[in-house]
């Protein structure tokens, strides 16, 4: 069953480092999209991406963040200057459709990130 | 702003015991409805959606969720749990419009054997 890769699994970081998790959504979806959960707290919505431009993004996502689909497999989130609070699990998704349209998001099995 | 509540954050079951997790959701206009759940050391997985027709919706292990607009609620259930559902769940909530889904803060559910 295809399904989202997310690389790396945990990456310990120092404060003010730029870190930059990958994923590689299902191949035919076209909608990508990055999540993260804080531990303890919801799973919250940080970007969405539709051909090759964010088409959301919530406060959350400030200029510290940025996405990127460098190649045709690809998805990127970089944080340029991590923050202690920054220290969560990045969820990546996909969907095959968007909007109206939108059915399951298809969940990676994330990215611990801890910073120090 | 719209949000989505999940008034149980932990729950503990024994086996067979009959299971109700609430999900309330605060926008008023077409929502598409979503409960996710996350088996310890997985990924998030779709349980089940509500987008349209029959209110009550029928997912995969045996859950069920009713939606019900004059309530703005849609309360997963499930008849008699079992030791492997234990997991976290999520109610998810989308705008009709939106590509997003926005999710509630989850349910620990734990089953004793």
């Known amino acids: 069953e295809p399904e989202v890769t997310q690389t790396p699994s945990h990456q310990v970081t120092q404060m003010g480092q730029e870190v930059i998790l990958r994923c590689v959504p299902i191949?035919?979806?076209?909608?990508f999209y990055w999540y993260r959960q804080i531990l303890g707290q919801k799973v919250e919505f940080l970007v969405s991406f539709y051909n090759n431009e964010i088409s959301e993004k919530s406060e959350i996502f400030d200029d510290q963040f940025s996405v990127e689909r460098p190649d045709g497999s690809n998805f990127t989130l970089k944080i340029r200057s991590t923050k202690l609070e920054d220290s969560a699990m990045y969820f990546c998704?996909?969907?095959?459709?968007?909007?109206?349209?939108?059915?399951?998001?298809?969940f990676g099995e994330g990215s611990r990130l801890t910073v120090l | 702003a719209q949000s989505v509540s999940q008034h149980n954050h932990h729950v503990i079951l024994s086996e067979a015991a009959s299971l109700e997790l609430g999900c309330n959701y605060s926008?008023?206009?077409?929502?598409?409805l979503f409960w996710y759940v996350q088996y310890p050391g997985q990924h998030l997985q779709l349980l089940l959606k509500?987008?349209?027709?029959?209110?009550l919706v029928k997912g995969i292990k045996g859950f069920e969720a009713e939606f019900i607009k004059s309530k703005f609620s849609f309360n997963l259930r499930k008849p008699s749990v079992q030791w492997s559902d234990t997991a976290e769940y999520f109610c998810a909530v989308k705008k009709n419009r939106d590509d997003k889904i926005i999710f509630g803060k989850g349910t620990r559910l734990h089953i004793l054997p």
């Open positions: 191949s035919n979806h076209l909608y």
């Open positions: 926008y008023g206009g077409t929502v598409n």
């Open positions: 509500y987008f349209s027709g029959d209110p």
């Open positions: 998704a996909s969907s095959v459709q968007g909007g109206s349209n939108t059915g399951e998001l298809f």
